[in-house]
């Protein structure tokens, strides 16, 4: 099964966000060019307090006209130095911003694609595809704008806070001191946020993974006249994230407007304070109002402070919820030294004392001390009824699970010994039911081996017979397939299986009710093309149509996750087992004769 490290749910709010950093370090010249950008904006910012004071205290009288001309000349200057690198500042942070989800959101897919199936049997695909989509965009506000914003504020708050100091020790003391009763119920509060955030994200997950179900099952919806009542279902799910994300926005709201008041209401205290020293003659106006600026910049800076780290906490629940998927560790893995198989490849297939049961269903056993043996170039069939076992042994074959006791060996080497995409290169999967892409027909098929050449896919269409259905589409091999390939056929979908298996042209080849859906004329003219391809090729094929079958080297019937019965159709037919049970019920006519034949 795989591993979920969903992480300790008491961190520190903002640390969530450590595992994005190496995202942003990938670009150091941008982070740089934004911190020089800010200094620089920053700088500019803090000399208009002290220019406003030399101007009150200097150039109100008869002799100052030309000092203030002067100083209003070099506040222009000073403004349009503050616009160029703030733009420039903004710049440089929304696109690292831009650049660093772009990255974390194909860091996370390819991470989802490495996972085994067990990761996904436990999972609900629209709950991922949210934490793709909505969590990222989260992300994304904090990388972008929300980092801008703190920075500014926070390069903003150290120097006005540097120059209040200097301004006015005394009254610098009084403000400063407050800064921490200020700040801690802000830490404390931000918390609260961040848990408010991630049960909002969490509903709204939800409500995406019922709406991705609904809308891939719309035509049984609305065959079943449940359009209603899954509207009203996906409407309490909205509700519900609703909620959630309103009792956030309630915290964060608390936590900027009682950043903002305590801020303000402590500078305003001070200034009041001053005013009494100006009164006294101890302090000038223009060391008052000079003092006056540098507070608000340093009240602004915290207001703001305490609305961006509301924000901060709200994207460290998305970034804690993705972190869990980057954390999952594959329990299917590439050993650290993969062994080699051989070549040319042989097509051996070993299964020795193998038992296994499903994650999500520990309790039951899908295989029993199974053991059995494939020949190169052997046609091995595996019947049985549902539950059988017979699509367990492709999925421990392929290596999407790995067997709790017992060996699978192809060609002689454990499959536990090598490297997963090595081991699916030598085996080809026509599947019961082929997942079709919204692409090209051309790509459905090249998916099977994406370098081929358009002829080599015209070529394997054809062998699966569904070159002519093709070529009669609009754009024939253009033809842009519906989801799920919705606008074919059943039996238009599998022969495009068909078609990509043997284009991938695999030495083992794994059928599981390769024609189950096609009409009679489609099904000969398939089993032609198989009878050929699996010359000198290795194929296991899982089969309800006993029928199709018939021509097999060796059926294995199957029960329970055992092997009960061995040999030929026409000598199990005689023995009068399990498999001549089975053909009796699909072989007797309308008569009651059965025809064993």
């Known amino acids: 099964m795989a591993e979920q490290n969903t992480g300790p749910r008491a961190k520190a709010p903002l640390s969530a966000l450590k595992p994005l950093i190496p995202y942003a370090l990938a670009y150091k010249g941008r982070i740089v060019a934004a911190l020089a950008a800010l200094t620089v904006a920053s700088g500019a910012t803090l000399v208009i307090p002290n220019a406003a004071r030399r101007i009150i205290d200097f150039g109100f009288s008869e002799t100052g006209r030309a000092f203030i001309d002067a100083y209003f000349g070099v506040m222009f200057v000073v403004i349009g130095v503050l616009a160029l690198a703030s733009a420039f500042r903004y710049y440089c942070v929304i696109t690292l911003g831009e650049r660093v989800v772009a990255d974390l959101r194909a860091a996370v897919f390819r991470h989802l694609t490495s996972l085994d199936p067990a990761f996904f049997d436990q999972s609900k695909s629209g709950e991922l595809v949210s934490r793709l989509t909505a969590d990222t965009t989260q992300v994304k506000a904090a990388f972008g704008v929300s980092i801008s914003i703190a920075l500014r504020n926070i390069f903003l708050f150290i120097g006005a806070a540097v120059m209040m100091v200097k301004t006015s020790p005394k009254l610098s003391g009084l403000v400063l001191f407050a800064i921490p009763v200020i700040v801690l119920p802000l830490i404390m509060s931000g918390r609260a946020v961040r848990k408010r955030s991630r049960a909002a994200q969490d509903r709204l997950a939800d409500a995406s993974a019922y709406a991705a179900e609904a809308v891939g099952a719309v035509r049984t919806m609305q065959a079943f006249g449940m359009e209603g009542a899954t509207a009203s279902h996906f409407a309490g799910a909205a509700e519900e994230a609703f909620e959630a994300a309103r009792l956030s926005t309630t915290m964060r709201a608390y936590l900027t407007g009682g950043g903002i008041f305590l801020v303000s209401a402590s500078v305003i205290g001070v200034l009041w304070y001053g005013a009494q020293d100006v009164l006294a003659g101890t302090m000038t106006a223009g060391t008052l109002s000079q003092f006056l600026l540098y507070a608000v910049f340093v009240a602004s800076s915290l207001g703001q402070l305490s609305e961006v780290y509301g924000e901060l906490a709200q994207a460290a629940g998305a970034a804690e919820r993705l972190g869990e998927i980057l954390a999952a560790k594959p329990a299917i893995a590439a050993p650290e030294n993969p062994k080699p198989l051989p070549k040319p490849p042989l097509g051996t297939i070993t299964f020795e004392n193998v038992s296994f049961s499903y994650p999500t269903r520990p309790e039951l056993r899908a295989l029993s001390d199974l053991s059995l043996n494939v020949a190169p170039g052997e046609r091995v069939a595996l019947v049985g009824s549902s539950g059988a076992g017979k699509s367990t042994v492709f ?9 709790e006791a017992g060996r699978i060996l192809v060609d002689g080497v454990p499959v536990s010994e090598i490297d997963p995409a090595a081991l699916r290169q030598r085996l080809a999967l026509v599947p019961q039911e082929p997942t079709i892409f919204a692409t090209t027909v051309l790509e459905n098929i090249r998916y099977g081996r994406p370098e081929a ?4 896919v015209r070529h394997a269409a054809t062998l699966a017979s569904a070159d002519g259905f093709i070529s009669a ?8 397939i519906g989801e799920r390939g919705v606008t074919l056929s059943g039996g238009q979908r599998q022969r495009i299986a068909i078609a990509r298996a043997i284009l991938k ?7 599981d009710e390769a024609t189950s859906a096609l009409d009679a004329e489609s099904e000969r003219k398939v089993q032609e093309a198989f009878d050929r391809l699996m010359e000198g090729r290795t194929t296991l094929v899982i ?7 018939r021509s097999a080297d060796r059926i294995l019937v199957m029960d329970q996750g055992r092997i009960v019965e061995e040999g030929t159709h026409d ?7 399990l498999y001549a049970r089975l053909a009796r019920l699909q072989f007797t006519d309308a008569e009651g004769r059965v025809a064993a034949e």
């Open 395 to 403: 999925q421990l074959l392929l290596r999407f699970y790995d067997p």
């Open 453 to 456: 050449s358009e002829e080599e």
């Open 473 to 480: 589409m609009p754009e024939g091999y253009r033809t842009v």
């Open 505 to 511: 042209d695999a030495p083992i080849l794994l059928l």
């Open 543 to 549: 089969a309800h149509r006993l029928a199709t079958i």
């Open 571 to 577: 000598t199990l037919f005689a023995n009068g087992g």
